[in-house]
């Protein structure tokens, strides 16, 4: 009898286990650009020819996600001999808040990396539902940043039942 129920409890374990990657959705084609609105720095300081910027950053998003974003971001710029910038990478944190193709509504957190020849770039976006209809949602992009003010993404999304 011990070991039916071992037997048993080993069975429902496995069932159990083995059905969770079946309960995530697939992956979904995602795409968007956004424009920056406004930004401020908060914190700017110089070392060895580089600039260091801390600043908050205002966006708009249109194509399959519509809405807006405040993030928050540090920068490095390294300047040449002439005084003109160079190379540059950053790291921003924000809030979406917006919905997926109109429908799915709610708030994000987005998680951007980025570097480049200033003022252009390229990185990589993740992207974590926080609530609403977007809270299960799950994102990971690649983007170009033209001219620092604005920019295109391309990934995919799915859905966390």
């Known amino acids: 009898m011990k070991k ?37 720095y908060t914190d700017v300081r110089y070392a060895d020819g580089n600039i260091f910027y801390t600043y908050i950053a205002y966006y708009e998003y249109e194509g399959d996600l519509i809405g807006t974003a405040v993030n928050h971001g540090r920068m490095l710029v390294q300047y040449d001999d002439l005084g003109e910038p160079g190379h540059w990478a950053g790291h921003e944190t924000g809030t979406f808040t917006g919905s997926y193709q109109g429908g799915a ?15 252009d770039s390229t990185g990589t976006i993740t992207m974590h539902g926080q609530s609403g209809s977007l809270a299960n949602l799950h994102g990971a992009f690649k983007y170009v940043d033209v001219g620092y003010v604005g920019g295109t993404a391309t990934g995919f999304i799915h859905f966390d039942p």
């Open 105 to 119: 509504e709610g708030t994000a957190v987005f998680n951007m990396t980025c570097k480049g020849v200033f003022p």
């Open 4 to 40: 039916l129920i071992i037997a048993v409890f080993i069975a429902v374990l496995l069932v159990t286990v083995a059905a969770v990657p079946a309960l995530a959705t697939k992956p979904i084609p995602c795409s968007y650009s956004w424009e920056m609105v406004d930004s401020e």
